[in-house]
């Protein structure tokens, strides 16, 4: 079974840049989509940006323009470069995998990582 661990959340002023990074313990397979999601206090988590195996993405509204999904299957490792900080994008984010594109559009898992928090100043 595949683990994912999420890393490189942290305190930064609005404006500025963080990568978050998400390592799988066992082999992501290219064949996996994954997305990333984020859920601020007192919401429900969202999607915010998703890849397909074949490195098609989808990207929030709300992100568009300032975040880039990315993924290096050969390092099991998936990337979320998020650029121009918003207060509003603070959150805990969460990286899944799956097999189907639809799963990982609808955040539809059983299980979930810890994540890591990304807090923006004002």
């Known amino acids: 079974q595949v683990q994912l661990v999420e890393s490189g959340g942290g305190l930064v002023q609005a404006g500025g840049s963080l990568r978050l990074s998400c390592a799988a313990s066992g082999s992501i397979s290219v064949t996996k989509a994954m997305g990333w999601y984020r859920q601020a206090p007192g919401k429900q988590r969202e999607l915010v940006a998703a890849?397909?195996?074949?490195?098609?993405?989808y990207y929030a509204d709300a992100v568009k323009g300032r975040f880039t999904i990315s993924r290096d299957n050969a390092k099991n490792t998936g990337y979320l470069q998020m650029s121009s900080l918003k207060p509003e994008d603070t959150a805990v984010y969460y990286c899944?995998?799956?097999?189907?594109?639809?799963?990982?559009?609808?955040?539809?898992?059983?299980?979930w990582g810890q994540g890591t928090q990304v807090t923006v100043s004002s």
């Open positions: 899944n995998a799956d097999l189907s594109w639809l799963t990982v559009l609808r955040g539809d898992f059983r299980s």
């Open positions: 890849i397909t195996r074949d490195g098609g993405t």
